[in-house]
């Protein structure tokens, strides 16, 4: 069997896969980039999330120099592929004076302005979810678009050369031992046989597995996480609201296809570990939906049910700290297993440090680029106007998982990955 080279292998195209396409091509490298398709249902966990630009403030204390990176790189992201947040407000409570004290005094580490508002003021705003004597403060945390992000890496990877492969769901790369092979594995797509200088996988939940078809130990985990999203019934008029206390998190999303209408996207802390096996299905439990519906007011809680909701289900996939506790700090590590080299593993934590993991990866790679390290202003970050706006084309979906009929999966329903089955909620599929 005939195998094609190439200088860098990318598998997975979510926010870290894609970004990392488009800096390797644009330093020179020869990329090949496979993702499962998106098309007909989002595989990527970037495409199923809640959308939400961190500020680093819900992180301050548990990963406090990731937090102090998550906005500015949060931003540049942003910038650099032209992607524009929903406008404000974002919206923080808490119920305790002590809670609100201690925040203040995270935001002030954080160097991130926050102000509080008035009874009044948060009970207009807030709306059907307020909670009378809560602490609610304006935060620079915003609703933002991944699916555009994905959308303008993608093309802008494509664009300097870089080779996009969509894959069918029954057919994902497989990681292949092959002790004759320079780096002792090859990437394996179907019939096809590939080998690169490096390979980087960025695959998010399916990361596990493909590091055990190598053999190599890993400290990674995937956990379920419910999310619902109803039409948003203007009972809020925050584009974000997040408790600190209950965890409750509630960001508002425009529409794909139903242009001038909005969904409010609802998750909480709450969240299931998986197998890596397990993490190719994505059905919820009643049980599951109804913890996040009881974190909801009452008013808020009977209008959804009444005018229906869509359940979905994300993947969030964290190494675990040297405490063996799971955490939301990006992972970027060369593979470690005997006889294997050059094989890397990218996990962002958040779609946020997706651009901080991508540069972290194009540092190990020794591949040149012009972000900077950290503690540097990066420069040649993306002027506006400077990269075409190449959105809107139709190339890649520009849809959210809110945005696809059939992904209202609950427990005794099918999800092996079958393109064909769409048994989604019926109330309102776009
Ligand atoms: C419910 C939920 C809410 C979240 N909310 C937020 C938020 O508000 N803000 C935030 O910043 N972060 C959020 N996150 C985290 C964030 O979504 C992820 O950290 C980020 O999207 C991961 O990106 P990724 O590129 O690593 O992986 P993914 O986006 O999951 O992409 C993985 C890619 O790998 C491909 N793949 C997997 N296995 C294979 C294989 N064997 N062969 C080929 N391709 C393969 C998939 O097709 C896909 O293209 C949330 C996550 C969840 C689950």
């Known amino acids: 069997m005939i195998k094609n080279e190439r200088d860098l292998i990318i598998i997975g195209g979510g926010v870290t896969g894609a970004i990392l396409a488009y800096l390797a091509a644009k330093a020179g490298a020869r990329v090949i980039l496979f993702r499962i398709s998106d098309k007909n249902r989002p595989f990527a966990d970037t495409l199923r999330n809640h959308g939400w630009m961190q500020s680093g403030l819900l992180y301050a204390v548990s990963i406090p120099r990731e937090a102090a990176r998550m906005r500015r790189w949060g931003k540049l992201m942003l910038d650099m592929f032209n992607v524009?947040?929903?406008?404000?407000?974002g919206i923080f409570r808490m119920a305790s004076e002590a809670r609100a004290e201690k925040f203040l005094q995270e935001a002030a580490r954080l160097n991130i302005r926050v102000e509080l508002y008035s009874e009044a003021e948060a009970q207009e705003i807030v709306g059907a979810v307020h909670e009378s004597g809560s602490f609610n403060f304006a935060v620079p945390d915003?609703?933002?678009?991944?699916?555009?992000?994905?959308d303008s890496a993608l093309i802008r990877a494509e664009m300097e050369g870089a080779e996009i492969i969509d894959l069918d769901p029954g057919c994902p790369v497989e990681l292949v031992r092959e002790s004759s092979e320079p780096n002792g594995f090859i990437v394996r797509v179907g019939d096809n046989l590939y080998g690169a200088g490096a390979t980087v996988i960025c695959a998010g939940a399916g990361t596990p597995r493909l590091l055990e078809q190598v053999g190599a130990?890993?400290?990674?985990r995937v956990f379920r996480s419910t999310l619902l999203s109803a039409l948003d019934l203007n009972l809020c008029s925050a584009s974000l609201l997040v408790d600190l206390d209950t965890g409750l998190s509630l960001v508002r999303h425009p529409?794909?296809?139903?242009?001038?209408?909005y969904h409010d996207v609802i998750g909480a802390r709450n969240r299931v570990l998986l197998t890596s096996h397990e993490a190719a299905h994505r059905v919820v439990t009643q049980t599951e939906i109804d913890d996040l519906l009881r974190l909801l007011p009452a008013a808020y809680r009977e209008a959804i049910e009444r005018e229906g909701f869509k359940v979905n289900a994300g993947h969030k996939t964290e190494a675990l700290n040297e405490k063996d506790e799971p955490t939301a700090a990006p992972y970027v590590e060369e593979v470690k297993a005997v006889g294997i080299r050059q094989l890397f593993v990218g996990l962002p934590g958040k779609?946020?440090?997706?651009?901080?993991?991508?540069?972290?990866?194009?540092?190990?790679?020794?591949?040149?680029?012009?972000?900077?390290p950290d503690e540097e202003e990066p420069k040649?970050?993306?002027?506006?106007?400077?990269?075409?706006?190449?959105?809107?084309?139709e190339q890649y979906p520009k849809l959210m998982h809110w945005d696809y009929p059939g992904e209202d999966k609950r427990e005794g329903q099918n999800d092996e990955g079958d393109e064909s089955i769409q048994d989604g909620n019926s109330e309102y599929e776009n």
């Not at 915003?142 to 994905?150: E, H, I, K, M, T």
């Not at 779609?351 to 900077?372: C, E, I, N, V, Y």
């Open 84 to 89: 524009i947040p929903l406008p404000g407000p």
């Open 142 to 150: 915003r609703p933002f678009n991944p699916a555009d992000l994905v």
């Open 351 to 372: 779609a946020t440090m997706g651009l901080w993991t991508a540069k972290s990866l194009m540092d190990l790679l020794r591949l040149p680029h012009s972000l900077g």
């Open 217 to 220: 130990e890993h400290r990674i």
């Open 380 to 393: 040649g970050a993306a002027r506006a106007g400077h990269q075409p706006n190449t959105n809107g084309t």
């Open 255 to 261: 529409s794909q296809v139903m242009p001038g209408l």
